[in-house]
């Protein structure tokens, strides 16, 4: 166990519509990453938070937004879903409260991933 | 821009055989994190090793090992005496990241089947 939660686990809905997936970061971390995994893009990075605030953003559909709360907890919000976008999303964490965030490496610790289905 | 290369797609094997997975990378940064991780059935990431760009000393661990040179950008993985329960895939990722940016650049994956 990571120590990372990622709720709902599965989540299937219709096109058009709009989810929200929820992210919990280990206990202490600051930095939350949004990952995604389908079948023709791979696992590729989305966005960044550190802290509450945008740090890095990847290949974010602008459909797709996040933010990250003052507890740490950030949420991934998908809108306008299409059925390419059936896929596992995982939440990673690191940077403990303490740590400058400026180290060599924080190890990145990964949620057991989101089911989102489009239908 | 940083890429990660894993040319296998699918490995399929009879158990106790070695097998090894490729990985390729590209990074124009000076100090750089390799990763591989493995993703079963279950769906879950789970981490197996991480190396820094400047420790290219091989390492074991069990029937674990991983190869990392430098010279030829590559990250290898060597699994000693499959067992059925290795089955799945495996991920080789690459990072640089500085001042806590480090997002993980992941290669395609390669599925292992061990069969019995």
Redesign the interface.
């Known amino acids: 166990d990571s120590g990372v939660t990622q709720t709902p686990k599965h989540l299937i809905t219709a096109t058009g519509q709009r989810v929200t997936l929820r992210c919990s970061p280990r206990s202490g971390d600051l930095s939350v990453y949004w990952y995604q995994q389908s079948l023709d893009q791979g696992l590729q990075f989305l966005i960044q938070y550190y802290n509450g605030e945008e740090r890095a953003k990847g290949n974010i559909l602008e459909r797709f937004s996040a933010q990250q709360f003052p507890d740490l907890h950030s949420e991934l919000n998908l809108s306008s879903l299409e059925l390419g976008d059936s896929a596992l999303y995982f939440c990673a964490s690191s940077v403990p409260k303490g740590s400058s965030g400026r180290s060599s490496y924080n190890e990145q610790f990964f949620g057991p991933g989101t089911r989102l289905t489009v239908l | 821009a940083q890429k990660v290369t894993q040319a296998q797609t699918e490995i399929s094997v009879v158990e106790k055989e070695d097998v090894t997975l490729d990985c390729v990378y590209e990074t124009r940064d000076t100090?750089y994190?390799l990763f591989w991780y493995k993703q079963p059935p279950s769906?879950?990431?789970v981490?197996l090793i991480?190396r820094?760009s400047f420790d290219e000393q091989n390492e074991i661990s069990g029937r674990y090992s991983w190869n990392f040179q430098k010279s030829t950008s590559s990250f290898n993985f060597t699994i000693t005496a499959s067992q059925v329960v290795d089955s799945a895939v495996y991920?080789c990722a690459l990072?640089g990241?500085?001042?806590?940016?480090?997002?993980?650049?992941?290669?395609?994956?390669t599925r292992l089947t061990i069969n019995p």
Request: charged letters at 15%.
């Open positions: 100090t994190y769906g879950e990431l981490f991480r820094n991920f990072t990241g500085y001042q806590g940016a480090q997002k993980l650049v992941f290669g395609q994956g």
